[in-house]
Each structure stands twice: as C-alpha cells, then as structure tokens.
C-alpha cells in the first residue's frame, strides 16, 4: 500500500500494459512530436517557438489527455493529481481572467486551456509506472527512441537534421545539429535533460541502455553548438551534488543564485553600473543580443504591472505598438522574452509571477528536504531535483514556462509533481 499525508491507499491493480504504453506514447508526443523535422527555417516566417497546431496534433492531444485523465482517476493516488490543488486553481484562473482581459483573448485562452490540459497530464505521467525500476526503464526507452529519431535525422536527411547556410532566418547557425528539433537551443536543452534521464537509468541498473543514452545524448548536445547547455551540463551535476550533501546550500543555490542570475542579466540592461561591472569580466552585456528584448520587455511590463497581457499574446501582435508607433528595435520582432520570469510578467503581471515562484520554486525547494528524508528511492529524487534545478536556471535566458509543446516545461512539471510524490507519499514498488 501506499501513504499520502493521513490517508492510506490498499493496493490495486496498475495500468499495466495500458499504462506503459500512454507513458511511452506522451514521451515522444513531446520528444519527437507527431510531425518531427516539419518545422523548417528556410522561409522568413518560420517561428522556431511555434508548436505543431496541425489537425493530427490536436487530435493526438486530446485522445492522449482523455486517456491519461481516465487512467488517472482510477488510480488509488488520483487525489495527488493537480497538487497543491488550490495554489494551481488560483494560478490558472488568474491566467484565465488576465487572457480574457487581453486583447487577444482567443489566442490566450486556448493557450491557458491547452496549458491546463498538459499540467494534468504532467502529475498523471507518474502514477503509470509499476515501480522506480520500471519507471526508468519507460524513460530509457522513451529517451533511446527520440535519440534514434534524432541521428536518422543527422544522417539520413541532414538538409533538415542539421541547420543550413540556406536558413533565412539563422544563416550563422549552419552546421549545427537540431535533428527533428525546431531550433539547435531546443535539442541542446533537450540532450541535457536526456543525460540525466541516462544516468538515472545506469543508476537503476540498467548499465547499457543507461550509459547508451548518456553518450548518445553528449555527443548530440556538443554537436548543437549549445554553449549554454553544453556549459550548464558538468554545472548542473556538481550543483545537485552539492545540493544533496549540505542542505545550508539549498536555499542559497535555488533561489540566490536564481536571483543573482537575473541581477547580472536583467539589470544589465537597466543599470548602468552592473553593465560596466558585468562588461568588465569580459562578459557579452549584450547576452547574445538578448538585452534589445528585455529593455523592450520591461518597458511593455511598467504598462500593465498587475494583468500582463495574456498568456502568450504579447509578441507578434497588435500589443508592440509602442507611444504610437513601432519602437525603432529589432526586439519588436522577437518571439518571446528569452528569461521565463520576464515573459511570465508580460503574460500575468505581478500576480500571476508570484504564484508561478510559489509553485514552480519555494514548494519544491520544501519538498526536496522531505524527498530526501523519506525513504523512498533516492535515485529517483536525484532525477527530479538535477531536471528542477536545470529548468529554474535556463529560465533565466529562455521562456520555458507554460510553453505547452516544450519537452524541457514538461520535464519540469513532472519534477515538481515528483518531488511532492517523493516528500509526501510512502512508495512501495510492485514487482515488474
């Protein structure tokens, strides 16, 4: 039987076959996606931050949503589903009025609906598997298919797999691996994840197929010419070591150095002072030309403060209308905020950025001290918190946040459910 808080839950039958199966097919919903290597940048409208909105994807959406949601109530934990369950209804449905308020409500409204329908599927993900055991040999697979997928494309169809001199809009990124990616940042973000998802599965016992997926997944991300990700990899597993042995530094490494992060990036941009301090080191202030967007960002932001402008209904849009006319910037033609926690201003104000760090930040910082005196598998809440500490740092240069089609969010919602399964319930494995 399992535990969770005062109630107990007798055993019963798992999913099963049916539940491997849904578990295997959301993975490569998001990892490989129903139209892999469709996305191409040789046109001048092709948006590297657009999802798949074919009429396959949305019907594989919501047979995928409809199946798991019924699998989900009939497990004896369906009650940990959605959890913390008031602090996440507040949140959504202060999305849900701010994107009615926007200007571009049918945009934004779906997009709070599709994002509410991949919160639920993240937590029901992990009521699928038998036991930790089976739960890494799911992600093992599901993590060999998508590299497969990825180096045919590599191989076999490189004028896809690989970006092109022909690229209108990233001629410069030429050479540079993505395989049926949209972007090479987007499969460097991606083959991180897939190294921790390999040393889990080492860790787990499964040696080859673990120590296959770490090296599969390196050689990728160094072929994506990902300097951030490839830098963030050895940073992130020295950091969640450290993490794990001296719990003073919990605190400092979770929200300092988050905090720190975006003093040097954001207030580069408005400070003076921190510029000449962070050009000093020699650092780029212009972060890859990212500063442009910020300042544009914030100016958008001191505009409306507490609603935002809806959830991802800002860039593109009639809203870059700035003092009465376009502000002369190439920012006005960004696809996003490139920093989580900017973008997350811009989508639902103040508000709504307070109760996304409640949820995706102090919760599971809480978590992460009982996962780790719990007594369940300490493997298992190594994975969660490397994935956790990944995501809340890459917030810092992309906006991963509510971005409903992205591998690297769903990574982080099941880490922040997981964390909160391994704090709070009791887990007994049933033979595999």
């Known amino acids: ?3 969770f808080g005062n109630e107990t839950y007798e055993s019963v039958e798992q999913p099963g076959k049916t539940g491997a199966f849904l578990f295997i ?6 990892w490989v996606t129903t139209s892999p290597y469709s996305v191409s940048l040789n046109t001048s409208s092709a948006d590297p931050l657009a999802g798949n909105s074919n009429f396959i994807n949305q019907i594989v959406t919501l047979l995928l949503s409809g199946s798991l949601l019924i699998v989900g109530l009939r497990s004896p934990l369906r009650s940990t589903i959605l959890q913390p369950r008031i602090l996440l209804c507040l949140l959504f449905s202060w999305y849900l009025i701010v994107s009615v308020l926007s200007a571009h409500s049918d945009i934004a409204v779906k997009r709070v609906v599709l994002a509410f329908m991949t919160c639920i599927n993240a937590g029901v993900i992990l009521l699928l598997p038998r036991s930790d055991a089976h739960f890494a040999k799911l992600l093992g697979v599901g993590a060999l298919i998508m590299l497969v997928v990825a180096y045919f494309g590599v191989i076999f169809i490189p004028n896809i797999g690989i970006h092109q001199a022909s690229d209108i809009r990233e001629p410069m990124l030429a050479g540079f691996w993505r395989g049926q990616f949209i972007h090479k940042n987007a499969a460097a973000a991606i083959m991180v994840v897939g190294v921790f998802f390999g040393l889990f599965v080492y860790s787990s016992g499964m040696r080859l197929l673990g120590v296959a997926v770490v090296l599969l997944s390196t050689i990728f991300l160094f072929n994506t010419g990902g300097k951030t990700s490839s830098a963030a990899l050895p940073a992130i597993l020295i950091i969640a070591w450290w993490f794990e042995k ?3 530094s919990r605190i400092p490494i979770a929200m300092g150095g988050i905090v720190a992060v ?15 301090f962070v050009k000093s080191l020699g650092v780029d202030t212009t972060f890859t030309n990212r500063s442009d967007i910020w300042e544009f960002a914030i100016s958008a932001i001191a505009k409306k403060p507490i609603t935002g ?5 800002f860039w593109q849009t009639s809203d870059l209308v700035y003092s009465g006319g376009r502000l002369e910037t190439w920012a006005v033609n960004a696809t996003s905020a490139h920093n989580a926690y900017v973008e997350t201003l811009l989508s639902a104000g103040v508000p709504g950025l307070v109760l996304t760090l409640l949820w995706l930040w102090l919760l599971p910082l809480i978590d992460v001290s009982k996962a780790y005196a719990s007594s369940n598998n300490p493997d298992v809440t190594r994975l969660f918190v490397r994935i956790w500490l990944y995501a809340i740092y890459t917030a810092c240069v992309e906006s991963l946040f509510f971005q409903s089609g992205s591998p690297l969010w769903f990574a982080l919602m099941f880490s922040v459910f997981g964390l909160r399964l391994q704090a709070r319930v009791q887990i007994v494995s049933k033979p595999d």
Do not use: C, D, H, K
């Open 262 to 276: 975006n003093a040097v990036t954001l207030g580069s941009v408005v400070n003076e002072p921190i510029r000449s």
């Open 309 to 313: 402008y809806g959830l991802q209904a």
């Open 246 to 248: 001296w719990r003073w």
């Open 1 to 3: 039987m399992s535990t």
């Open 25 to 30: 097919a959301l993975f490569l919903f998001f």
